[in-house]
C-alpha cells in the first residue's frame, strides 16, 4: 500500500527527519534537505503525509526518490499515515526545528500548482531536480 523509497539497504544509525506534505516536491524543499544533511552529516528520513492532493504520496515519494537518487543524497522517503501534529514529552534526545534562511522561501508549493493549473511553465524552475518527469507523466499527461 505505502511506496518506499531508500537509497540503502536497511535505515541503520541516526537520521534527520522531515514531514511534509511535498505538493510537490520543490527547490525550497531540496535545498532545506540538501544543507541539513551537509550540516549534520546524517542520512535523511523524508516522511510524506499520506493526505488527499495533487498528487498522490507514492507520486511525491516517487518524487522525492529521483530527486535524491540524482543528487546522490542518503536516506529514505516513505508515505506516512496524515498526523494532526507532533507531541512529545520532556526532552527525549532529538528536537523540533524551523529551517529559516535557506534562501528558497520565495518558493511555494502553491505557487507551483497555481502555475500547473494556469497551464504556464514558470514551476520548472521551482520544482526539484527529478521532479519535472514525473510531474509531466502524472499531472499534465493526466491532463491532455
Do not use: C
Not at 532545506?32 to 488527499?52: A, C, E, F, N
Not at 534562511?101 to 494556469?118: K, Q
Not at 521532479?131 to 491532455?144: F, M, S
Amino acid at each position: 500500500m505505502f511506496k518506499n523509497y531508500s537509497t540503502e539497504e536497511q535505515a541503520k544509525g541516526k537520521h534527520i527527519m522531515f514531514l511534509g506534505r511535498y505538493v510537490p516536491f520543490h527547490k525550497g524543499h531540496s535545498g532545506i534537505i540538501q544543507s541539513m544533511q551537509t550540516q549534520k552529516g546524517l542520512p535523511v528520513l523524508i516522511l510524506v503525509r499520506d493526505t488527499s492532493e495533487l498528487f498522490p504520496a507514492s507520486v511525491r515519494v516517487e518524487m522525492i526518490g529521483l530527486w535524491m537518487k540524482k543528487e546522490g543524497i542518503h536516506g529514505t522517503a516513505m508515505v506516512v499515515p496524515d498526523v494532526e501534529g507532533i507531541y512529545y514529552g520532556r526532552d527525549v534526545g532529538y528536537k523540533i526545528e524551523e529551517i529559516k534562511g535557506s534562501g528558497f522561501e520565495h518558493i511555494s508549493a502553491t505557487s507551483i500548482r497555481n502555475s500547473l493549473n494556469a497551464g504556464n511553465e514558470e514551476w520548472k524552475d521551482m520544482v526539484a531536480p527529478g521532479t519535472e518527469d514525473i510531474i509531466h507523466a502524472y499531472y499534465l499527461n493526466k491532463a491532455e
